[in-house]
């Protein structure tokens, strides 16, 4: 008797696993479809003027995809040439000079440009708020855990569909007493409804990492130097200089295609920590100014994201060792994954 009970209590968790997966497999169907439907891109004829607006939603090495309202999607090519200002509001307050290390995912500009041969609006003038700034800087520090999450998600619900095919298989060979499985799947059905759910924000979580992470996560780090700095300083020492001299060697040296680098700052836990954030976004300019300046490397491929002031440290704010360590600027060289896998990188 025993033995029967367990056979059917199996049975109806196989049952209301089926019942589950073909729900959830409709709903990710209908979700597909309609963003397909939402999005579409523009091939802008070679040689017209166009003005648009929207948000960054991908950036490459010298270009950024812009996403309108309505879902059309176009491709902005960045050049030498192209005017990119900042907005600040305020009488007596002008507009930014700002470089395109500021173009980053999430953020919402103004773009005036022409088209070229290849469907793409050539950039002549960009323009973003301070405020738009900031909101799509707070999302790059977002963007770590939301990726992870969206990983974990992945790898959730395939482990999941495997389980769910396993008890479909094991439900085929399994008879029995449709009474009492009606009975266990109602005492069951509020499980139910919490798992629906659970799955339901997973995969919110899932779509909106992929709207968001499709930039930098298409590249492959090749090496990582750090920049130390003294304290309160954003001046560039001569060991300093050595290390991004490092940096440009490589992407000089290397002949390497479809780089990047990414430009990060840093400080330690010493003051407040708005001046913290202020003091390592002037350290990564400075490494900037200095490759710019010195080795002619383009703005275009040049990506500051953030100063994380004296957030992710990489030793104990505690000692005097410690807070020098954290006191840096990291260059990430990176290079674009299908290119570097042709390359055999």
């Not at 957030?311 to 299908?338: C, F, Q, W, Y």
Request: charged share 25%; proline share 2%; hydrophobic share 40%.
């Amino acid at each position: 008797m025993k033995t029967s009970k367990s056979i059917l209590k199996v049975s109806a968790l196989a049952f209301i696993l089926c019942l589950a997966s073909a729900t959830y497999s409709q709903l990710n169907s209908e979700r597909a479809r309609q963003v397909s439907n939402a999005v579409s891109t523009r091939n802008v004829p070679d040689g017209q003027e166009l003005k648009i607006s929207g948000i960054v939603v991908k950036r490459d090495a010298d270009s950024f995809t812009l996403r309108e309202p309505n879902g059309t999607e176009t491709v902005v090519a960045l050049t030498d040439a192209t005017n990119i200002k900042t907005e600040r509001k305020g009488l007596f307050r002008a507009d930014q000079p700002s470089g395109v290390s500021y173009i980053l995912r999430g953020l919402r500009l103004k773009v005036e440009g022409r088209g070229n041969s290849q469907g793409q609006l050539v950039a002549m003038k960009i323009r973003f708020s301070e405020e738009d700034l900031r909101t799509a800087q707070a999302l790059e520090v977002r963007v770590d855990p939301v990726e992870n999450m969206a990983t974990e998600t992945k790898a959730l619900a395939e482990a999941n569909q495997q389980r769910i095919a396993e008890a479909e298989q094991a439900a085929q060979k399994m008879s029995g007493q449709i009474d009492e499985l009606t009975a266990l799947a109602a005492a069951n059905r509020e499980a139910t409804r919490v798992a629906q759910a659970s799955a339901d924000r997973a995969q919110a979580d899932a779509n909106f990492a992929n709207q968001r992470i499709n930039g930098l996560d298409d590249y492959d780090v090749v090496q990582t130097f750090r920049v130390h700095f003294r304290s309160g300083s954003a001046v560039l020492t001569p060991a300093a200089k050595e290390q991004i001299d490092l940096a440009a060697a490589i992407v000089q040296g290397e002949n390497l295609k479809g780089w990047m680098i990414e430009v990060i700052g840093y400080a330690d836990s010493t003051g407040k920590s708005e001046r913290n954030r202020s003091l390592s976004e002037r350290r990564a300019q400075a490494v900037i100014n200095y490759l710019v300046t010195k080795y002619n490397l383009p703005l275009r491929r040049l990506v500051q994201p953030f100063g994380y002031g004296e957030l992710n440290p990489v030793a104990d704010n505690d000692t005097g060792e410690g807070r020098s360590l954290n006191r840096r600027v990291e260059i990430k060289v990176m290079v674009n994954k299908s290119i570097a896998a042709q390359a055999g990188i």
